[in-house]
């Protein structure tokens, strides 16, 4: 009950900011919730499916590319064009990777989303037709003001969030569970459970894509950085902060990851330093993440 | 004669140079339990393991309602109606016992790709996850996480689990192995009530509950079909005595 009202006020209050109109907010919150996004997505295959992929910056990296190629060589910016169209890129692509990946199970699994997140990190940081290491400008934004593209953050940060709860309620959530839990035994049981896996994956893939061309709308600008691995380390490192399996715990630890890189940098030029020791301090005493402080929470 | 439910061809699996089950052509008739005994190493639980498709045969056929199911996934032969339960306890550890009948009685849903109404609306579901807690005696400890039960209880769920997938065929593997001489009498007076109309393939250790449950018995050794009838003939078969009994009781 606490947690629905903390979430609640949590989400009015940072819509409320789109009303502030102060630019550094509407940038930095507005950057912060992708943040939200990026990890809740990534929760639903870490803590709810029990698959650990190191390819969720690719479909969040896709999305913002294929943003930047059809406004800039189709001339197509109307977000009712665009937005399914760079939706559907992450969510092709997420099938794609994620159907050859999940061949692979464990470790294996992770260094194959590795490998597909590299290959592609390194396919438009090496191709000058496709902005190279300099990355793209959008040429025109589908939402230009700052307060619209804020809302716009907002709301998907909203329908992410309901829509993964009632995923994860329904029997498709069960399976996932079940998976997580002892994925043979769910096979003996008569799932077939790549399938499930796989719609899994490309779900949160969709969703990183959502958040990616966000981030496009609002900051105009790709580069290849936001494809590499590393990106992807740092929502696998947010979604663990926070508390993977709770869906709320990750976005939590994104925004909190966003306040600390802010005021930790003024603090100290080693800001990195701040956050790592602030995830061994979280590994060796909240296991569970930082929504393991409020109480169980087991299903969010 | 009923009609075989389940027909092997010339089963074998090898494992490099051995072959764990060697060319075993059994028929198992509808409606009845089928033991399958053997020493330790004779390929029971191979045999158990080609069954529900957990291993792949090296050789020869597997024939279920005349349909061949030999390259079937696990998945595929569960939805044929093919359930199983395991020798060492393979739950959900971190689930409790509801949600782990839930998940096994939610998978007999035409699809569990449905993504928007609540699990818990599924009514039937619920209702067959509940019958099948009931008939194993576990409605009490529905909240109980599954890992926290004893060994036992955990026998019990294992069994309940795969009713609730309401299989037409039963694969036990050793459904006593490690129990106490008291969880063991009551998984038995389970399986006795279980096994009531329909088919069972038991493998299992214990010669007193394989007697007593059994219609017919088979025999193992070296992965082969040493001897096979009613539990009196395999009791008197002198073969069979030499080859297991003996050695066991000794």
């Known amino acids: 009950m606490t947690r629905r009202i903390l979430l609640l006020a949590s989400a009015l209050a940072l819509g409320a900011v789109a009303f502030s109109g102060d630019r550094f907010w509407l940038q930095f919150l507005g950057k912060a919730m992708i943040g939200c996004i990026l990890a809740m997505s990534l929760d639903l295959l870490v803590g709810f499916t029990g698959l650990v992929s190191l390819a969720h910056s690719a479909f969040f990296g896709l999305a913002a590319y294929a943003l930047a190629g059809v406004t800039n060589r189709l001339g197509v910016v109307n977000p009712l064009l665009t937005f399914p169209v760079c939706l559907l890129a992450a969510a092709a692509a997420a099938l794609i990777i994620g159907f050859l990946s999940l061949r692979a199970t464990g470790v294996y699994f992770i260094m194959v989303t590795l490998a597909f997140t590299q290959m592609l990190f390194y396919l438009f940081n090496d191709s000058p037709a496709l902005g190279g290491s300099d990355g793209l400008y959008v040429a025109e934004r589908p939402v230009d003001s700052r307060a619209a593209a804020y809302l716009a953050i907002w709301a998907a940060l909203v329908l992410a969030y309901l829509l993964l709860a009632r995923i994860l309620r329904a029997p498709f959530g069960r399976v996932l569970e079940g998976i997580r839990g002892n994925e043979q035994r769910m096979r003996s049981l008569g799932y077939p459970i790549r399938r499930y896996k796989l719609i899994a994956f490309v779900i949160a893939g969709a969703l990183a894509g959502v958040a990616g061309y966000l981030d496009a709308t609002l900051y105009g600008f790709v580069n290849p950085a936001q494809l590499g691995w590393r990106q992807s380390g740092l929502i696998l490192v947010t979604v663990l902060l926070g508390g993977k399996g709770t869906l709320y715990g990750p976005a939590f630890g994104a925004l909190l990851l966003a306040f600390i890189e802010h005021y930790g940098e003024r603090v100290t030029g080693h800001w990195n330093a701040l956050i790592a020791a602030l995830i061994v301090a979280v590994v060796l005493f909240l296991p569970r993440g930082l929504a393991g402080l409020g109480q169980g929470g087991r299903r969010a | ?250």
Not at chain 2, 87 to 97: G, H, V
Not at chain 2, 140 to 152: C, F, I, Q
């Open chain 2, 1 to 250: 004669m009923p009609e075989p439910l389940l027909l092997t061809e010339d089963l074998t699996r090898r494992f490099g140079a051995l072959a764990a089950v060697d060319g075993v052509s059994l028929a198992f008739e509808e409606g009845r339990v089928h033991a399958v005994i053997g020493p330790n190493g004779a390929g029971k639980s191979t045999f158990l393991n080609l069954l529900s498709g957990e291993l792949r045969a090296t050789q020869g056929r597997v024939r279920f309602r005349g349909l061949d199911v030999t390259r079937a996934t696990p998945d595929e032969l569960s939805r044929l109606g093919i359930g199983r339960s395991y020798q060492t306890a393979n739950l959900f550890p971190e689930l409790s016992c509801a949600d782990c009948a839930w998940l096994a009685a939610q998978s007999r849903l035409p699809s569990s790709m449905r993504f928007l109404r609540p699990a818990e609306r599924y009514s039937e579901v619920a209702a067959r996850a509940a019958r099948a807690l009931e008939a194993c005696g576990l409605s009490a400890r529905r909240p109980a996480l599954a890992g926290e039960l004893s060994y036992g209880e955990q026998r019990q769920l294992e069994i309940a689990m795969m009713l609730a997938t309401e299989p037409t065929l039963l694969l036990l593997d050793e459904p006593l192995a490690g129990l106490g001489h008291d969880e063991a009498l009551r998984v038995v007076a389970l399986l006795t009530e279980v096994a009531r109309g329909r088919t069972v393939i038991l493998v299992e250790h214990d010669m007193d509950a394989v007697f007593s449950i059994s219609d017919t018995v088979t025999v193992l050794v070296d992965g082969r079909v040493l001897e096979r009838g009613s539990p009196d003939q395999v009791r008197t078969s002198a073969a069979v005595r030499e080859a297991y009994l003996g050695e066991e009781i000794a």
